[in-house]
């Protein structure tokens, strides 16, 4: 979240508190090349029931 990970019940807990504070409430979300792409779903299941109305996936060339 914001470049420190979390995990995804902390996600469930801050991310909507984030997005409500976004006028566009757009959300990108980094993937990194290591991980599993179905690890990435969770994320953005939790990400539009925060009320996020655009998502964009970003890969990143960075290994986690």
């Not at 997005?19 to 179905?38: D, K």
Request: aromatic residues 6%; proline residues 8%; glycine residues 4%.
């Amino acid at each position: 979240l914001n470049s420190t990970p979390v995990t995804l019940n902390e996600l469930k807990e801050k991310l909507p508190l984030i997005i409500a504070t976004r006028p566009n409430r757009n959300m990108f979300v980094r993937a990194y090349p290591t991980h599993a792409f179905g690890t990435v779903f969770p994320v953005l299941d939790v990400a539009q029931q925060a009320g996020s109305k655009n998502i964009a996936l970003i890969k990143s060339e960075e290994a986690k």
